[in-house]
């Protein structure tokens, strides 16, 4: 007899906490304290945001860093700094957050959903490839969860095409690509610093380049469109205020210290993991291609198949709650779905392009089934753990499989679809 799960009145896994997130401590509180006193609050007033650009790109293999209020600005900025006309069309997965594909509508350009891969949940290169057309102008690949995408074969069709390559790296703060730092590879690269992200000041976000002069048209257009060589109040080209502020660069610059170890500890946790948990029957972890040198485990992704694994991933996640794991099933629909691109609610936006465009068409079957059937994440603080927190998830996923017959009668009892 299996032991019951704790959905049924069993004794949970566990009842400890993992660890917690944001992690701070008087480094931290000293730093922003230092910038606070200071009364340099401002990115023009102080040198912490600057430290901090200089800091985070050198580490990320990139000469430039532009600091930004978050990364959705920074994605946007990107794409308007490389001077792509309006109505022109960018590719991107559907399998994202809304800010990948929102941001490309905010520079007034169309977002043209391409499939990802059901084994890496990343952007597939061949489906790039058949999205493309003669409007198109770049391709957004996003190193989603923190794992690279496939860099070398989409960059390879992007020079084919002649098209900007922007990495939404919101994930992937420290991850590699054949030891190349997820961030330099290719034309510029946005990284989020919002609460949940692997590195956080609350809100935040770069651009990293190694292109010069993308990333003087970024600095630019991050400062009301001022130039190094203007007068202050002399705009060269419509934008707004989008720098980062003296206390998040503080912070930051207190948190880039942790973030070396930090991504070393959730890899080898999430490679631990994700080798005890391939032996589960119906269980796929996102799969590692060679070419990942490391991944930043921004979230553990895995694939259950409802009937090889005995039980459908909403009750999979019900009861590893209930065992003391947290966990959800991610977004609830593909990014092509959301009800802005249904109703076509672009505010200002693709007034000439509207009409032609169909969301309710686009088909993106990979990113449909993970989706609604098959994915479930644990978040990167998770991975801060020790081996024995690895042990707890894994034991949860097994007592969870053990008990499949049980869960799904539950599930069915429950009404459930
Ligand atoms: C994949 C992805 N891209 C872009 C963003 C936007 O970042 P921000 O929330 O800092 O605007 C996020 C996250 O929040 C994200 O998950």
Same mark, same amino acid.
């Given at each position: 007899?299996?032991?019951?799960?704790?959905?049924?009145?069993?004794?949970?896994?566990? #009842?400890?906490?993992?660890?917690?997130?944001?992690?701070?401590?008087?480094?931290?509180?000293?730093?922003?304290?230092?910038?606070?006193?200071?009364?340099?609050?401002?990115?023009? $007033?102080?040198? #912490?945001? #600057?430290?901090?650009?200089?800091?985070?790109?050198?580490?990320?293999?990139?000469?430039?860093?532009?600091?930004?209020?978050?990364?959705?600005?920074?994605?946007?900025?990107?794409l308007?700094?490389a001077?792509i006309?309006?109505?022109a069309?960018v590719i991107?997965?559907?399998?994202? *957050?809304?800010?990948?594909?929102?941001?490309?509508?905010?520079?007034?350009m169309?977002?043209? *959903?391409?499939?990802?891969?059901?084994?890496?949940?990343?952007?597939?290169?061949?489906?790039? #490839?058949?999205?493309?057309?003669?409007?198109t102008r770049a391709v957004i690949?996003?190193?989603?969860?923190?794992? /690279?995408?496939?860099?070398?074969?989409?960059?390879?069709?992007?020079?084919?095409?002649?098209l900007l390559v922007i990495?939404?790296?919101?994930?992937?703060?420290?991850?590699?690509?054949?030891?190349?730092?997820?961030?330099?590879?290719?034309?510029?690269?946005?990284?989020?610093?919002?609460?949940?992200?692997?590195?956080?000041?609350?809100?935040?976000?770069?651009?990293?380049?190694?292109?010069?002069? =993308?990333?003087?048209?970024?600095?630019?257009?991050?400062?009301?469109?001022?130039?190094?060589?203007?007068?202050?109040?002399?705009?060269?080209?419509?934008?707004?205020?989008?720098?980062?502020?003296? =206390?998040?660069?503080?912070?930051?610059?207190?948190?880039?210290?942790?973030?070396?170890?930090?991504?070393?500890?959730?890899?080898?946790?999430?490679?631990?993991?994700?080798?005890?948990?391939?032996?589960?029957?119906?269980?796929?972890?996102?799969?590692?291609?060679?070419?990942?040198?490391?991944?930043?485990?921004? +979230?553990?992704?895995?694939?259950?198949?409802?009937?090889?694994?005995?039980?459908?991933?909403?009750?999979?996640?019900?009861?590893?709650?209930?065992?003391?794991? /947290?966990?959800?099933?991610?977004?609830?629909?593909? =990014?092509?779905?959301? /009800?802005?691109?249904?109703?076509?609610?672009?505010?200002?936006? +693709?007034?000439?392009?509207?009409?032609?465009?169909?969301?309710?068409?686009?088909?993106? /079957?990979?990113?449909?089934?993970?989706?609604?059937?098959?994915?479930?994440?644990?978040?990167?603080?998770?991975?801060?753990?020790?081996?024995? $927190?690895? $042990?707890?998830?894994?034991?949860?996923?097994?007592?969870?499989?053990?008990?499949?017959?049980?869960?799904?009668?539950?599930?069915?009892?429950?009404?459930?679809?």
């Amino acid at each position: 007899m299996p032991t019951q799960l704790a959905l049924l009145g069993g004794q949970p896994v566990r #009842e400890r906490s993992f660890t917690r997130w944001p992690i701070f401590d008087e480094r931290d509180e000293q730093r922003v304290l230092a910038a606070l006193r200071s009364g340099k609050w401002g990115r023009l $007033d102080g040198n #912490e945001v #600057e430290t901090f650009e200089q800091a985070f790109a050198r580490m990320h293999g990139c000469r430039h860093g532009i600091a930004m209020v978050n990364g959705t600005v920074s994605l946007r900025l990107g794409l308007v700094a490389a001077g792509i006309e309006a109505g022109a069309e960018v590719i991107v997965p559907p399998y994202t *957050f809304f800010s990948t594909a929102s941001a490309v509508i905010e520079a007034n350009m169309v977002p043209v *959903f391409a499939d990802v891969d059901l084994a890496t949940f990343n952007l597939d290169p061949a489906a790039f #490839e058949a999205a493309i057309t003669p409007r198109t102008r770049a391709v957004i690949p996003v190193h989603f969860a923190g794992q /690279p995408a496939d860099m070398d074969a989409i960059g390879a069709i992007a020079r084919k095409h002649k098209l900007l390559v922007i990495e939404d790296a919101a994930h992937a703060h420290g991850a590699s690509y054949k030891n190349r730092p997820a961030g330099s590879l290719g034309d510029l690269a946005s990284f989020s610093f919002q609460s949940s992200k692997n590195l956080t000041s609350g809100e935040g976000g770069v651009v990293t380049s190694n292109d010069e002069r =993308l990333a003087a048209e970024c600095r630019s257009l991050h400062n009301c469109g001022r130039i190094p060589t203007g007068i202050w109040y002399e705009h060269h080209v419509i934008s707004g205020n989008y720098r980062l502020g003296e =206390l998040q660069g503080a912070l930051l610059n207190a948190q880039l210290e942790r973030l070396e170890e930090q991504t070393r500890t959730r890899d080898e946790n999430g490679q631990y993991l994700a080798a005890r948990l391939s032996k589960l029957p119906g269980i796929h972890p996102q799969a590692r291609p060679e070419f990942v040198t490391r991944h930043a485990y921004h +979230l553990f992704m895995l694939r259950i198949d409802g009937e090889a694994f005995g039980a459908p991933r909403s009750a999979v996640v019900e009861a590893l709650k209930a065992e003391g794991i /947290p966990c959800s099933a991610g977004y609830g629909f593909s =990014l092509n779905q959301q /009800p802005m691109f249904q109703k076509k609610a672009f505010g200002p936006y +693709l007034a000439v392009e509207r009409d032609k465009l169909e969301y309710s068409k686009v088909h993106c /079957p990979n990113s449909d089934l993970l989706c609604k059937e098959q994915a479930l994440w644990l978040e990167q603080a998770m991975f801060l753990g020790t081996r024995a $927190d690895m $042990d707890d998830i894994a034991s949860a996923f097994e007592k969870v499989s053990e008990n499949g017959v049980a869960l799904t009668d539950w599930w069915r009892k429950r009404g459930a679809k």
